[in-house]
């Protein structure tokens, strides 16, 4: 009965964890919307920068606490992934900016190959047919869901390219720190929590000027915006805390695989916020397709040769299995 058990446990905590980062994903994209929206803040940059300084200041916190233990990150790990993580935030960004939404959306969906093709060359990963297929099911659902128009520039095309490698490595980097310096969450967060911070607090405020030409030092505050920055950078904290616990559980791929149920809440939820335009029979077609493409991968995934790593030269640490 104990194995039983350990694997009734780790799927409990398997499910809150993914809970965990769905509900503080959606909640932060309808502040963020509801900030852009109704007070005009587009410093999207700036506000990354502050949403790191909220979770430095959490783990500082923590630590203090006694609930963040001391852990070794080497400086060069440190600025590779705030390399990519940076590049991944602004890439994002100018991407929107630069493309249509169509093109926009492609670009998303194109990181469950990348974060595929990491895997396979870093890790010496396997798929199985059926797992590759349930990918293939639910990378057209999503797609059936969001890409309408499609137009792509070369600038365009350029941003996304950056994009949506720098997002890939840094997601893959994230599962790849924890395994080889057995690092938890709040100890990875805690390493890269306040270089993050510190980097987009001084060089986003420039980049949201160039995309905006708007300066964040210029905005009419008031106590309404003040009120949502407040709720965004709380939010966040939760939001990058179950980013890490969620790959450093499921890897990269799972992660970016499950994530587009985030994108099929985010449509319901319009639908019930903003009435029946938000969805018509394509979308409802896509939707279903990608819940049956996401419930597929993880039956496929979790068959013995359904998805197995052939390379084991790096060290397991104990990685939120607690």
């Not at 769905?22 to 994209?29: A, D, E, K, L, N």
């Not at 969620?246 to 939820?269: D, E, N, P």
Request: include cysteine; glycine fraction near 8%; proline fraction near 3%.
């Amino acid at each position: 009965m104990e194995p039983a058990s350990k694997a009734e446990k780790k799927a409990a905590v398997d499910a809150a964890a993914w809970v965990f980062n769905v509900v503080t994903s959606v909640g932060i994209i309808i502040v963020n919307k509801a900030l852009m929206a109704i007070y005009d803040f587009s410093f999207a940059t700036t506000l990354t920068g502050l949403h790191f300084a909220t979770t430095t200041l959490m783990t500082v916190v923590l630590r203090m606490l006694g609930y963040v233990q001391p852990s070794h990150l080497p400086l060069p790990e440190l600025l590779k992934f705030v390399l990519f993580a940076n590049f991944s935030i602004v890439g994002m960004n100018v991407s929107l900016m630069w493309n249509s939404v169509g093109f926009y959306q492609i670009a998303k969906l194109s990181m469950i190959p990348v974060s595929c093709l990491l895997e396979v060359i870093f890790d010496k990963m396997r798929y199985s047919r059926d797992t590759k297929l349930s990918i293939g099911v639910v990378l057209l659902g999503v797609g059936v869901c969001t890409v309408t128009d499609v137009s792509v520039n070369t600038k365009g095309f350029i941003a996304a390219f950056i994009a949506v490698w720098s997002t890939s490595l840094q997601q893959y980097y994230v599962h790849f720190l924890q395994r080889k310096y057995s690092l938890s969450s709040f100890n990875l967060l805690g390493h890269t929590a306040p270089a993050q911070a510190a980097s987009l607090l001084l060089f986003g405020p420039v980049l949201d000027y160039w995309l905006t030409n708007n300066r964040v030092d210029k905005y009419a505050y008031n106590a309404g915006s003040l009120v949502f920055i407040f709720m965004s950078c709380t939010i966040a904290v939760g939001t990058n805390l179950s980013q890490f616990i969620c790959i450093g559980r499921f890897t990269a791929v799972s992660f970016q695989v499950l994530g587009h149920m985030k994108t099929i809440l985010v449509l319901i939820m319009g639908f019930f916020f903003f009435g029946r335009e938000g969805l018509n029979v394509h979308v409802v077609l896509g939707m279903l397709i990608a819940v049956f493409g996401m419930i597929w991968y993880g039956n496929a995934s979790s068959k013995p040769g359904g998805k197995e790593r052939l390379n084991n030269t790096l060290p397991t640490g104990k990685i939120e299995n607690r």
